[in-house]
Antibody
Framework: QVQLQESGPGLVKPSETLSLTCSVS??????????WTWIRQPAGKGLEWIGR???????VYSPSLKRRVTMSVDTSKRQFSLEVRSVTAADTAVYYC?????????????WGQGTLVTVSS | IQLTQSPSSLSASVGDRVTVTCRAN??????LAWYQQEPGKAPKLLIF???TLQSGVPSRFSGSGSGTDFTLTISSLQPEDFATYYC?????????FGPGTKVDV
């Protein structure tokens, strides 16, 4: 059974960088047709896809965030990470990491529990 | 790709048949997934490829549709089904979610 767990600071100051890590247990980090993703959800609002990280380390990002976002993977540690630069209050949200099934339709079959990140001075 | 969901919320009772609609513009073949999200929890995958039930999901959930119009049906609503339901299109980059449908008592 695959399990994912987000970790990182819950409070980030405006203009600084938000950094989160997702630890993966169970399953394979590379190969198997799976990819890794970050999705966020502001309080009381809907879900926003941030980006996809392939096992090779290549990534694709949402056009609305691509100038400020970097995702990376460390398969030896079974972790992947998210950075969002120059944050504002609009980046306040619950951030979820997840696994996408690349061999299917990229639906997210496993999710972390989510971590709330608040941007405030 | 823009996704709309209707209704935005609905009230139902245990045992009711519930239908949620997701409309895509432009059409997306069958590249649609449905998720259930309980308050304070992560979403859970219910349906993928528009109509394929995810392993472990009760058979009272079903999905149908292709192109622009899709439906999620709960044949007999159970107490644990009161939640918000989201559709997600996976046809075009970037993947996008519908605004959600809240099902409550």
């Amino acid at each position: 059974q695959v399990q994912l767990q987000e970790s990182g600071p819950g409070l980030v100051k405006p203009s600084e960088t938000l950094s989160l890590t997702c630890s993966v247990s169970g399953g394979s980090m590379s190969g198997g047709g799976h990819h890794w993703t970050w999705i966020r959800q502001p309080a009381g609002k809907g879900l926003e896809w941030i980006g996809r990280l392939y096992g090779s380390g290549n990534a694709v990002y949402s056009p609305s965030l691509k100038r400020r976002v970097t995702m990376s993977v460390d398969t030896s540690k079974r972790q992947f990470s998210l950075e969002v630069r120059s944050v504002t209050a609009a980046d306040t949200a619950v951030y979820y990491c997840g696994r996408e099934r690349g061999y299917s339709g990229y639906e997210v079959d496993f999710w972390g529990q989510g971590t709330l990140v608040t941007v405030s001075s | 790709i823009q996704l709309t969901q209707s209704p935005s919320s609905l009230s139902a009772s245990v045992g009711d048949r519930v239908t949620v609609t997701c409309r895509a513009n432009p059409g997306i073949s069958n590249s649609l997934a449905w998720y259930q999200q309980e308050p304070g929890k992560a979403p859970k995958l219910l349906i993928f490829a528009a109509s394929t039930l995810q392993s472990g999901v009760p058979s009272r959930f079903s999905g149908s549709g292709s192109g622009t119009d899709f439906t999620l049906t709960i044949s007999s609503l159970q107490p644990e089904d009161f939640a918000t339901y989201y559709c997600q299109q996976l046809d075009s980059y970037p993947p996008t979610f519908g605004p959600g449908t809240k099902v409550d008592v």
